[in-house]
């Protein structure tokens, strides 16, 4: 039996009738070749479940080697299970990532707004094709996955909380998931903090243990984006525009622009400009304009609050009160008090106590009491 004393400082030790428990019940461990992964299987050892590790391939690589991560990380993944005298299943869940994200992926970005397919990925792969086939063809009581959120309640009323590293945090990925499937979820790292993994992993001896965390959209890599959404929707190149009306250059197409963008605009040294940076404050998708405006603090890249829609509440009923509470509207920032004010069970008007900073389009409104994460949507518009 491996044996980690980081793991026995920070982890209570079960009660004989409580392993017994957990002995019944089989947990199949998503298992990415990563380290939370690796640690994450190796606490619910300790816990005494019934563990085995499954690995997804979710993206066909094309013959380009140098992204073609996965045979490196199925091999990872392989090494960490045998270590722990775990099995390991394969699965192949490409199809439907290409079905019911990555094109959709596309879609939004055709319509110039930014989606986030991580979120996506949760929702329509990790959380529904994986706990479905763990459930059904692998007989698991729970799938496991190394995401940094815990859990609180019982398996038939779950809330989902925040990770207890706030800095690692995760719950802004996951708010599509309902109090059912959080039920049907272990979340073992969730409890810890990111170096306390890591100790556990050397204490092991792990092949994972000093492994770079993955980074960007997992189908891309390390690869620039925009030289891969090339590969699949051309380019449009139109004007850019400043709020006054006037066009002071060329964009090469308003998806690889980001609301906020001050870098790579390709503006620069105009009359009577002044020193200002200038930064992407719109997009006029019908005429293919990208605006942009000239100071860090014009008013243009201020919003007031978001109206959203394709809701998600963790608890699955719709919100028919006005509520305050926070709001993330992008991953790892800073809670945004607000009220959300509903319009119906799928829209919402969001009103920030204080204006805020690029809003984005197609990017997700994540909403938290504390450290509950109630849900959350899709900005549709920004007020």
Same mark, same amino acid.
């Given at each position: 039996?491996?044996?980690?004393?980081?793991?026995?400082?920070?982890?209570?030790?079960?009660?004989?009738?409580?392993?017994?428990?957990?002995?019944?019940?089989?947990?199949?461990?998503?298992?990415?070749?990563?380290?939370?992964?690796?640690?994450?299987?190796?606490?619910?050892?300790?816990?005494?479940?019934?563990?085995?590790?499954?690995?997804?391939?979710?993206?066909?690589?094309?013959?380009?080697?140098?992204?073609?991560?996965?045979?490196?990380?199925?091999?990872?993944?392989?090494?960490?299970?045998?270590?722990?005298?775990?099995?390991?299943?394969?699965?192949?869940?490409?199809?439907?990532?290409?079905?019911?994200?990555?094109?959709?992926?596309?879609?939004?970005?055709?319509?110039?707004?930014?989606?986030?397919?991580?979120?996506?990925?949760?929702?329509?792969?990790?959380?529904?094709?994986?706990?479905?086939?763990?459930?059904?063809?692998?007989?698991?009581?729970?799938?496991?996955?190394?995401?940094?959120?815990?859990?609180?309640?019982?398996?038939?009323?779950?809330?989902?909380?925040?990770?207890?590293?706030?800095?690692?945090?995760?719950?802004?990925?996951?708010?599509?998931?309902?109090?059912?499937?959080?039920?049907?979820?272990?979340?073992?790292?969730?409890?810890?903090?990111?170096?306390?993994?890591?100790? &556990? =992993?050397?204490? !092991?001896?792990?092949?994972?243990?000093?492994?770079? /965390?993955?980074?960007?959209? #997992?189908?891309?890599?390390? *690869?620039?984006f925009k030289d891969f959404?090339?590969?699949?929707?051309?380019?449009?190149?139109?004007?850019?525009?400043?709020?006054?009306?006037?066009?002071?250059?060329?964009?090469?197409?308003?998806?690889?622009?980001?609301?906020?963008?001050?870098?790579?605009?390709?503006?620069?040294?105009?009359?009577?400009?002044?020193?200002?940076?200038?930064?992407?404050?719109?997009?006029?998708?019908?005429?293919?304009?990208?605006?942009?405006?000239?100071?860090?603090?014009?008013?243009?890249?201020?919003?007031?609050?978001? &109206? =959203?829609?394709? !809701?998600?509440?963790?608890?699955?009923?719709?919100? /028919?009160?006005?509520?305050? #509470?926070?709001?993330?509207? *992008?991953?790892?920032?800073?809670?945004?008090?607000?009220?959300?004010?509903?319009?119906?069970?799928?829209?919402?008007?969001?009103?920030?106590?204080?204006?805020?900073?690029?809003?984005?389009?197609?990017?997700?409104?994540?909403?938290y009491l504390d450290e509950?994460?109630?849900?959350?949507?899709?900005?549709?518009?920004?007020?």
């Amino acid at each position: 039996m491996l044996i980690s004393k980081t793991y026995n400082q920070y982890f209570p030790q079960l009660t004989s009738e409580q392993l017994a428990e957990n002995s019944k019940k089989k947990v199949i461990c998503g298992m990415s070749g990563g380290v939370d992964s690796s640690v994450s299987a190796f606490i619910l050892q300790q816990q005494g479940y019934q563990v085995e590790g499954l690995f997804m391939k979710n993206w066909e690589e094309d013959d380009d080697t140098d992204y073609c991560t996965a045979a490196a990380d199925l091999a990872d993944a392989q090494a960490v299970c045998d270590k722990l005298g775990i099995k390991l299943h394969k699965i192949n869940f490409a199809a439907e990532y290409w079905d019911n994200v990555f094109e959709h992926f596309l879609t939004e970005y055709k319509a110039g707004r930014t989606p986030n397919p991580d979120i996506l990925c949760n929702k329509e792969i990790k959380f529904k094709a994986f706990l479905e086939y763990a459930a059904e063809d692998l007989g698991a009581n729970y799938i496991a996955t190394g995401h940094y959120v815990r859990r609180a309640g019982d398996d038939e009323n779950t809330r989902l909380l925040r990770g207890l590293d706030v800095n690692k945090d995760q719950s802004y990925f996951l708010y599509t998931l309902s109090h059912q499937q959080v039920g049907q979820s272990l979340f073992p790292v969730g409890e810890i903090e990111k170096p306390i993994v890591r100790a &556990i =992993a050397e204490d !092991l001896g792990l092949i994972t243990a000093k492994k770079k /965390d993955s980074t960007g959209i #997992c189908f891309i890599g390390e *690869r620039k984006f925009k030289d891969f959404l090339a590969r699949y929707l051309p380019a449009q190149p139109g004007d850019i525009r400043t709020v006054d009306g006037e066009v002071i250059g060329r964009h090469e197409g308003l998806m690889y622009h980001t609301l906020g963008q001050r870098k790579g605009l390709g503006i620069g040294g105009l009359k009577n400009a002044g020193e200002e940076a200038w930064y992407v404050v719109d997009k006029e998708v019908e005429k293919n304009e990208l605006i942009v405006a000239q100071g860090h603090n014009h008013p243009r890249l201020f919003s007031k609050g978001l &109206i =959203a829609k394709q !809701l998600h509440w963790v608890d699955r009923h719709p919100m /028919d009160n006005p509520l305050r #509470c926070t709001v993330k509207t *992008r991953y790892r920032q800073t809670d945004i008090p607000c009220v959300i004010e509903p319009i119906n069970h799928d829209c919402i008007r969001v009103i920030f106590d204080e204006p805020q900073v690029a809003v984005t389009p197609g990017q997700s409104a994540v909403f938290y009491l504390d450290e509950v994460c109630l849900g959350g949507g899709i900005i549709e518009e920004r007020i």
